[in-house]
């Protein structure tokens, strides 16, 4: 499968929790490590996602938000997996950011060049990449 998406996440489902319309899925990308994804349930009977199935992950970089220094601060974002910058580049208005995280898997920003300024990002520091459970679009195979 070929996708625009930066973030792709393989990974098995590890929960299941059954809503009114949406279903939330957690799927464990690497030991300790799980996103979470809420889809309806006509897609997760379609895509047949049961704890156990593998799955992928698709996030757009726009979609991830960077934190550091949150100084105890909780957010209501249910992704939240925290890393170290690898590299930032510069374009005309906004930076790509990768952040590695433990176990060697890679998230993709895309903030304003403000924002990695005012932040002070480089290589080396401590992040933790945000992004919403509606943001994680999940695909498996047919």
Known sequence: MKSSARNQFSGIVAAVHDG?????????????QRLVSTVTRESRQALKLEVGA???????????????????????????LTGKVDAV?????????????????IVVATITNASVSGMGLR??????A?????????????
Do not use: Y
């Open 20 to 32: 009114a319309i949406n279903d939330e899925i957690e799927l464990e990308i690497a030991p300790g």
């Open 54 to 80: 593998k799955a992928l992950a698709l996030v757009k970089a726009s979609s991830v938000m960077l934190v550091s220094d949150s100084a105890g601060t909780r957010f209501s974002a249910r992704n939240q």
């Open 89 to 105: 580049t510069h374009g005309a208005v906004n930076s790509e950011v990768l952040v590695r995280l433990p176990g060697g898997g």
């Open 123 to 128: 290589q080396g520091d401590d992040v933790t």
């Open 130 to 142: 945000m992004f919403k459970a509606s943001s994680v679009f999940l695909a498996a195979q047919a």
